[in-house]
Each structure stands twice: as C-alpha cells, then as structure tokens.
T-cell receptor
Framework: AQSVTQPDIHITVSEGASLELRCNYSYGATPYLFWYVQSPGQGLQLLLKYFSGDTLVQGIKGFEAEFKRSQSSFNLRKPSVHWSDAAEYFCAVGARNQGGKLIFGQGTELSVKP | DTGVSQDPRHKITKRGQNVTFRCDPISEHNRLYWYRQTLGQGPEFLTYFQNEAQLEKSRLLSDRFSAERPKGSFSTLEIQRTEQGDSAMYLC???????????????FGPGTRLTVL
C-alpha cells in the first residue's frame, strides 16, 4: 500500500538550533516527493520538491531535503531555526503519470523555544 | 498570479443541511484537486479534474459528495445531508499538466473549514 510516515508528531527545538524532520515513504512507482508547511488555519505552502536528478534539493526559507532511495526517506533539514518556522510540516508523495494525486503523511508540528 | 482562492473560509451548518464550497484555481492551471483534512491529520485526496473532466474520485467521496468543474475554471464541492463526521478543512489545489512525463506541482488554497453541529 502507498503510504507516507512522519514518525515525529511533535518536535521542539531552540531558536538557532538545527532541525531535521523525518519522512519515510512506501510507494510502488517512481516517487516524486514534496514538503509543505501549514500555519494554523491556513492552506499549505510548498517548501521544496524532488522529481529527479540531484538528491539534495534546496527550498524556500533556507530549507533543504535529501532523497535517499535505499532508505525510502526524504528528510527535511534546516541549519538554524527561526521562531517564525513554528508550524505544521507535511511530507507528500506522488507519482509520474498517476494524475498527480498526493499522499500525505500525518504531519510534524514544530515548536520553537526562544 | 493571485493564487488559489476558496469561498467561504468558514461554514457552520446543522446536521442534515446541504453545503457548497467554491474553489477558483490559478488562472492558467488546468488541473484542480480537492482534499479533506481532519484535525491532527494530513490532507486526504478526494477528487481531481483535468479541465472539466473529473478523472479520479477517492473512496472517501461518498454518494453525498459531488464535485463539478463545468467550464474547466472554478470548481464546486457539494455535500448533501451533512453529518458531524464531515467536519473538516476542505482544501483545493491547482496545477498545470506537466510536460515531458514529469509530475505537477500543486498549489493550495487557504481552505474552507466546515463545522457540522
């Protein structure tokens, strides 16, 4: 079955500390991978995406993610977290020629301590 | 580029009533998606359109749900005889058909939060 797992429901980091949010997927086809961020009561904003090529992708707001096929992972990282990064983060997977439907993980809520 | 817009942003209704939501995609996008998101969960796919054709529907989309995109522009999602379990955020996204066999990038609207009393 196709699925996305975000093992950490809630993470708290101190402002200025580094961040890594985990994402593992199970997908039969060649996956395309996305990270979205959602602030309370808002829609989803695209942070970054991986389609092919370089497995380390850069996104907005200083985020990056690395695709590791052998581990079926697409973890999101940021070297120094800002208080404004506090939000819910969703990993999603889609596939080529399957209509673009996305399967989302449960999300990881990020809190930032001053 | 004004982004994806949804109306209304909030809707409170009584059980058994019908509700309709509207989504206006980014103007040049020919694909439009509906997702549902309940509290503490990620969005779940409901259905999608390419132009005016509805190409896929999730099993989550019961007979009480219907979606249309009559002219390939805006879309409506109607829920008939609402139930308390329908309370959720309904998200719309749009994208353009990818070329070269790649996939598309979906851009989301702010959502419509439905509360069924």
């Amino acid at each position: 079955a196709q699925s996305v797992t975000q093992p950490d429901i809630h993470i708290t980091v101190s402002e200025g500390a580094s961040l890594e949010l985990r994402c593992n997927y199970s997908y039969g086809a060649t996956p395309y991978l996305f990270w979205y961020v959602q602030s309370p009561g808002q829609g989803l904003q695209l942070l970054l995406k991986y389609f092919s090529g370089d497995t380390l992708v850069q996104g907005i707001k200083g985020f990056e993610a690395e695709f590791k096929r052998s581990q079926s992972s697409f973890n999101l990282r940021k070297p120094s977290v800002h208080w404004s990064d506090a939000a819910e983060y969703f990993c999603a997977v889609g596939a080529r020629n399957q209509g673009g439907k996305l399967i989302f993980g449960q999300g990881t809520e990020l809190s930032v301590k001053p | 580029d004004t982004g994806v817009s949804q109306d209304p942003r909030h809707k409170i209704t009584k059980r058994g009533q019908n509700v309709t939501f509207r989504c206006d995609p980014i103007s040049e996008h020919n694909r439009l998606y509906w997702y549902r998101q309940t509290l503490g969960q990620g969005p779940e796919f409901l259905t999608y359109f390419q132009n005016e054709a509805q190409l896929e529907k999730s099993r989550l989309l019961s007979d009480r749900f219907s979606a249309e995109r009559p002219k390939g522009s805006f879309s409506t999602l109607e829920i008939q005889r609402t139930e308390q379990g329908d309370s959720a955020m309904y998200l719309c996204a749009s994208s353009s058909t990818p070329g070269g066999g790649s996939t598309d990038t979906q851009y989301f609207g702010p959502g419509t939060r439905l509360t069924v009393l």
